[in-house]
């Protein structure tokens, strides 16, 4: 039974790009939420995604985007990359129906030069 | 912005030593999870205590709980040189809110 997995694992973008992070739950999860966490850091709430809509959402500027998939696969775009947004990127899952802790996958490290 | 703090942020110390970690938090929560993490990859879920529970144990863990002061305290017992990462505590007010971390601690156990 795979984990959360997370696609790509690294990745260099300049500023102004425009990036997109892929996320697929665990089997069995429908809820998908991604956190940034800056160097040093602990990680910060982006949004979360159930039934294919975002259902929450964190003090993230509009520049940042996501799309939730049939199948529960997630996405997360920025647009108008910033220095600022280097950082490690969490997507975690858990299930609507279950008072189960979420899980996390290992992360996609974004770095803006 | 973040929950609360762990502290002490860094800590260093033998293998066979016990190690423990605190966090405060600063509202009302449902849960208080603490994970791990190896070298900035993703974070592995370590133990959950709910808001109406004082202690809870896994193996080498304990954690503890004491809402009057809005903290918790993790125990690692036999420190070994593998359990070297950042500790991060979480909060939630219900089972569906977004996690609130803390900035983490970093243990360093020394063989």
């Known amino acids: 039974d795979a984990g959360v997995t997370q696609s790509p694992t690294h990745l260099i973008k300049t500023r102004g790009q425009q990036v997109t992070l892929r996320c697929s739950p665990k089997s069995g999860h429908d809820t998908v939420s991604w956190y940034q966490q800056a160097l040093g850091q602990g990680p910060q709430f982006i949004f979360q995604y159930y039934e294919e809509e975002e259902r929450q959402r964190g003090n993230f500027p509009d520049r940042f985007s996501g799309h939730q998939f049939p199948n529960y696969s997630s996405e997360l775009n920025v647009n108008a990359l910033l220095l600022g947004d280097s950082a490690l990127y969490l997507c975690?899952?858990?299930?609507?129906?279950?008072?189960?802790?979420?899980?996390f996958g290992p992360g996609t490290r974004l770095l803006v030069l | 912005s973040q929950q609360g703090e762990e502290d002490p942020q860094a800590l260093s110390i033998q293998e066979g030593e016990n190690a423990t970690m605190n966090c405060s938090y600063k509202?009302?929560?449902?849960?208080l999870q603490w994970y791990r993490q190896n070298s900035g990859r993703g974070l592995v879920h370590l133990i959950l205590i709910r808001s109406n529970e004082r202690e809870k144990h896994s193996g080498r863990l304990r954690v503890t709980l004491d809402t009057s002061k809005k903290s918790s305290s993790l125990l690692i017992t036999a420190s070994r040189a593998a359990d070297t990462a950042s500790y991060f505590c979480?909060?939630?007010?219900?089972?569906?809110?977004?996690?609130?971390f803390g900035k983490g601690t970093r243990l360093s156990v020394i063989a």
């Open positions: 509202t009302s929560i449902n849960n």
């Open positions: 975690a899952s858990r299930s609507s129906g279950s008072l189960e802790t979420q899980y």
């Open positions: 979480a909060t939630d007010d219900s089972g569906n809110t977004p996690l609130v």
